[in-house]
């Protein structure tokens, strides 16, 4: 393995198409690379949102008769949305597949290794790229369409303080020490 597949590429998926930023990523992880994708909840659908959220619908309704717990499990966060599409992409039941899918890390927000570091665009899978631009509302979110069932509430981007500011705090009686 050279230098460069050690190395992950860290993708920022606003404004990226899931299916189109699925595949690339797939070829990426077959190949060797570690992948991370950061804010996955501002990837984009083709399509109308009703559209998609019908489609949606379709999906869930999909499960066992005897026991809904044996599956298919329906991943309802964008990140896991886009990780499941990126396993339809690679022989995940194969050695190679799953060793691939283990290099591929997603995440809704920005976790705080990767907040510091520079993110990357798929420029053939961003929508303002791919999509004609003359088409008026042909664009759904991955976040809101489980949102608007109400099944998924948005995670708030809650950072914890930094050690040093609470010792800031405690020198001067602001806050009780521990």
């Not at 990837?43 to 999906?59: D, E, M, T, V």
């Not at 008026?136 to 040093?164: F, M, T, W, Y």
Request: glycine fraction near 6%; hydrophobic fraction near 35%.
């Amino acid at each position: 393995m050279t230098d460069l597949s050690k190395k992950a590429i860290l993708i920022d998926g606003r404004g990226h198409l899931l299916g189109r930023l699925a595949s690339v990523i797939a070829k990426q992880i077959l190949n060797g690379r570690n992948v991370v994708v950061v804010r996955c909840e501002d990837l984009q659908l083709s399509g109308h949102f009703f559209r998609n959220k019908i489609k949606f619908l379709a999906y869930l309704r999909k499960r066992c008769n005897v026991n809904p717990a044996r599956g298919p499990f329906h991943f309802r966060a964008p990140s896991r949305m886009l990780w499941k599409a990126v396993r339809g992409m690679v022989p995940h039941k194969t050695k190679r597949g799953h060793n691939a899918l283990k290099q591929l890390k997603v995440y809704e927000g920005i976790p705080p290794p990767y907040d510091r570091q520079k993110r990357l665009c798929v420029p053939i899978a961003m929508r303002q790229l791919c999509l004609r631009p003359d088409r008026k509302n042909d664009r759904a979110p991955c976040g809101p369409i489980p949102r608007s069932l109400g099944i998924v509430r948005p995670r708030p981007n809650i950072e914890q303080e930094p050690e040093e500011f609470s010792n800031y705090l405690q020198t001067y009686n602001l806050i009780r020490q521990k």
